[in-house]
């Protein structure tokens, strides 16, 4: 049985890409990114366009642009995840 590969920035399992443990500095893809790549405030999208907060924001614009509230999106998405 091989050691779980724990990330050096957050210290929990890597679980998703850890085919890529190595490459992403023993980190969670999403930590090396916010050590590594972003660039200002952590909470607010940075230029480079793997970016996940940049990702929420083009479907937040997107479900606009539809018509669709994304906070109803949001809240219909969790009352169907718990059964509300």
């Known amino acids: 049985m091989s050691n779980p590969k724990i990330c050096v920035h ?13 490459v992403f500095e023993q980190m969670h893809w999403l930590c090396f990114h916010l050590v590594f790549e ?5 909470d607010v999208a940075c ?14 614009s997107k479900l ?3 018509g669709v509230d994304p906070q109803e999106a949001i809240t219909k998405a969790i009352n169907k995840k718990w059964k509300l």
């Open 10 to 22: 957050c210290k929990k399992p890597v679980e998703k890409y850890s085919e890529d443990y190595k």
């Open 38 to 42: 972003h660039e200002g405030d952590p």
């Open 64 to 66: 606009e642009e539809l």
């Open 47 to 60: 230029d480079d366009p793997a970016c996940p907060w940049f990702h929420i924001e083009v479907l937040r």
